[in-house]
DNA sequence: ATTAGCACTCGTTAAATATGAGTGCTAATA
DNA sequence: TATTAGCACTCATATTTAACGAGTGCTAAT
């Protein structure tokens, strides 16, 4: 167990090395003043601080900075998490509802506020769209041979896809195909809409063959729509001002990761589900972040569960103000009312 | 007027130092087998070539470096334009069929191509759809306030928006205005959407005042529509091989310039519309791309006029090699039809 | 339990030196 | 007259050496 004055001085190592991103003395320490002891002491319970595991030193004659153990112990301890200061969301809602009440744009510039307020990268997330059910199928015909073909989610996205015909295909063929699709797709999860209509296939069969391949065309093309969960990077520049990132083994890694789109998605979708969630250093489990900390939060968007927005910074990252303008922004999200 | 011989050693030392990055020296020039001379005759042709402004030196006891100037002349008289190899277009004609049909998908395919056999970072600007026309507008409804308005081009891209009603809408007139929307701007350019219904609403006014709000949202929310150009980076991490920009100083503007959406696609569309044109270093005008070269060239997809893909690489890159592949490429494009 | 004092460590910086690739010029050669 | 061998000179780069100083751990005094 820590002692008061080794939580103190813990605690002052790592506001400090989080602001300098040098190693911390204790010399430097004792001239602090919340700290009032001398130097040797402080030294002392350094040594205790580092046989925990809690500190380290990069070598015999440097100060100490903060191990993953220690940021932890910081993060679960030492950051309170969830104050909202009213005035402060008010008005990040205030500028998120001016920008638009589109989603996607909204989205967007919830992750460049969120970027801008922390000087850290974040990524956000859109919602699934595999989850959400067909509201709608529809076809409009280009020229004799081509159409497109589009779909409409409950949520209101739209997907859409050209479709080629072998043949002249004639529009009460198309117009029959749409109506059977609209009968038997309309509430199906749009994830599930492949397998949905291989049950619906057989009885086709018994319909007109004539015409049989062009509708096949056309039904193929409409479950075979793709929805891409929607990704946005807020300020990739950010990085470039970090001073462990002054250096290309260190910032190639990390900015080749991040241009990863589809991985980057998998890796969001993959998080566990929580309000905000602190990975530190080399917990992500990733290569390229082994000396990133992430801060991620699923966030609603008026009301309903939306999508996964995180922020990316060196594990000696400002902890506790990133956890709270990250919980300001997704409050500020929660309140946002898409129809008004 | 240069020499045989200095042509010959001007076309050396930049092909020498297009592949080795490191400044030439008349010794290693004159060990080449298709240089027969001494040293010293070396030194003094390349005397002249740098009195002419071809070469240049980084310091005095440096070898010779090519300048912009030197670029310039070996671009436009030693690299032979347009030489297409019927056996490798076909082949890439043949990779660019084979991922799919989709236009958008393929010119990303390209984009990727070009940059995989060149090692350059490339960029790929898709159609502009101002041009296109409108083929036909639909409505497809979520709920009572809210629905989603559809724009189809001639050319098949599809773009869409919400619309969020002020109040309840009677399907009637939804459906009315579409038709209205329909007869009056079919075959109009998604450019001039805006300005082609201004024309329109007047005779509007008469019909019915009540639901004369939403009608005008419906109408306002259609030709609103942006359709902005597609735009698809291909390759960019090959910048981080290239020993040139090994360093921040010139890997962090590139990279910032790069990830500008909007400005690169400014740049691409105010490009002269050209079959294959290399503009070198400092000639095109970017700050950001002192050091880079461009080889850009429209290009044609199934015979139609398209858009436009560039190639960057560092302004030693291989010209011979690039503008060849760039052929190749653009070529393949050409000749790939979308519907068979 | 705390603190002053001191020897010791070791990364960083600066100066001194060595290395060698490449040049320009001059004089000899074909 | 054009080419080449020879040589002194330049200058970026790499290597060595020395000085510096921030910071530590330990011991003894308070």
Redesign the pocket.
Same mark, same amino acid.
Not at 89 to 99: A, D, I, M, P
Not at 156 to 179: C, L, N, Y
Not at 312 to 334: C, D, F, K, S, W
């Given at each position: 167990m820590l002692t008061d004055?080794q939580l103190l001085i813990l605690r002052a190592i790592i506001d400090d090395y989080i602001q300098t991103a040098? /190693?911390?003395? &204790?010399?430097?320490l004792s001239k602090r003043d919340d700290l009032?002891?001398?130097?040797?002491?402080i030294?002392?319970d350094?040594?205790d601080l580092?046989d925990m595991g809690l500190i380290e030193? /990069?070598?015999? &004659?440097?100060?100490?900075i903060p191990s993953e153990v220690g940021y932890r112990y910081y993060v679960d301890h030492l950051v309170e998490k969830q104050i909202i200061d009213e005035r402060e969301t008010g008005r990040l809602e205030e500028r998120l509802k001016q920008s638009s009440k589109e989603s996607e744009i909204l989205i967007r510039q919830a992750a460049d506020l969120l970027s801008d307020l922390t000087n850290y990268t974040t990524v956000a997330l859109g919602p699934n769209s595999q989850m959400e059910t067909l509201a709608r199928v529809d076809f409009m015909p280009l020229d004799e041979r081509r159409g497109v073909v589009l779909i409409v989610t409950d949520q209101g996205h739209v997907e859409h896809r050209t479709v080629m015909f072998e043949s002249r295909v004639a529009p009460d063929v198309i117009e029959e195909t749409i109506r059977l699709l609209n009968d038997r797709l309309v509430g199906t999860p749009i994830g599930q809409l492949k397998i949905r209509i291989g049950e619906e296939v057989a009885k086709l069969q018994l319909a007109q063959r004539q015409q049989y391949e062009n509708m096949m065309q056309l039904i193929q093309s409409t479950v075979g729509i793709q929805t891409p969960s929607s990704l946005y990077l807020g300020g990739k520049k950010k990085i470039f001002n970090q001073p462990e990132f002054q250096t290309l083994d260190t910032l190639r890694p990390f900015l080749e990761w991040i241009d990863e789109q589809e991985r980057l998605t998998h890796w969001l979708e993959s998080l566990p589900n929580r309000e905000i969630y602190v990975s530190i250093g080399s917990e992500n489990g990733i290569v390229a972040l082994q000396n990133c900390s992430v801060i991620t939060s699923d966030y609603t968007l008026d009301g309903k569960t939306f999508g996964t927005i995180a922020m990316i910074g060196p594990t000696r990252m400002n902890y506790r103000h990133g956890v709270q303008m990250m919980g300001q922004i997704i409050e500020a999200l929660r309140r946002t009312k898409l129809d008004e």
């Amino acid at each position: 167990m820590l002692t008061d004055r080794q939580l103190l001085i813990l605690r002052a190592i790592i506001d400090d090395y989080i602001q300098t991103a040098q /190693p911390v003395g &204790s010399r430097t320490l004792s001239k602090r003043d919340d700290l009032t002891f001398s130097s040797a002491t402080i030294r002392n319970d350094m040594a205790d601080l580092e046989d925990m595991g809690l500190i380290e030193k /990069p070598h015999t &004659s440097a100060g100490r900075i903060p191990s993953e153990v220690g940021y932890r112990y910081y993060v679960d301890h030492l950051v309170e998490k969830q104050i909202i200061d009213e005035r402060e969301t008010g008005r990040l809602e205030e500028r998120l509802k001016q920008s638009s009440k589109e989603s996607e744009i909204l989205i967007r510039q919830a992750a460049d506020l969120l970027s801008d307020l922390t000087n850290y990268t974040t990524v956000a997330l859109g919602p699934n769209s595999q989850m959400e059910t067909l509201a709608r199928v529809d076809f409009m015909p280009l020229d004799e041979r081509r159409g497109v073909v589009l779909i409409v989610t409950d949520q209101g996205h739209v997907e859409h896809r050209t479709v080629m015909f072998e043949s002249r295909v004639a529009p009460d063929v198309i117009e029959e195909t749409i109506r059977l699709l609209n009968d038997r797709l309309v509430g199906t999860p749009i994830g599930q809409l492949k397998i949905r209509i291989g049950e619906e296939v057989a009885k086709l069969q018994l319909a007109q063959r004539q015409q049989y391949e062009n509708m096949m065309q056309l039904i193929q093309s409409t479950v075979g729509i793709q929805t891409p969960s929607s990704l946005y990077l807020g300020g990739k520049k950010k990085i470039f001002n970090q001073p462990e990132f002054q250096t290309l083994d260190t910032l190639r890694p990390f900015l080749e990761w991040i241009d990863e789109q589809e991985r980057l998605t998998h890796w969001l979708e993959s998080l566990p589900n929580r309000e905000i969630y602190v990975s530190i250093g080399s917990e992500n489990g990733i290569v390229a972040l082994q000396n990133c900390s992430v801060i991620t939060s699923d966030y609603t968007l008026d009301g309903k569960t939306f999508g996964t927005i995180a922020m990316i910074g060196p594990t000696r990252m400002n902890y506790r103000h990133g956890v709270q303008m990250m919980g300001q922004i997704i409050e500020a999200l929660r309140r946002t009312k898409l129809d008004e």
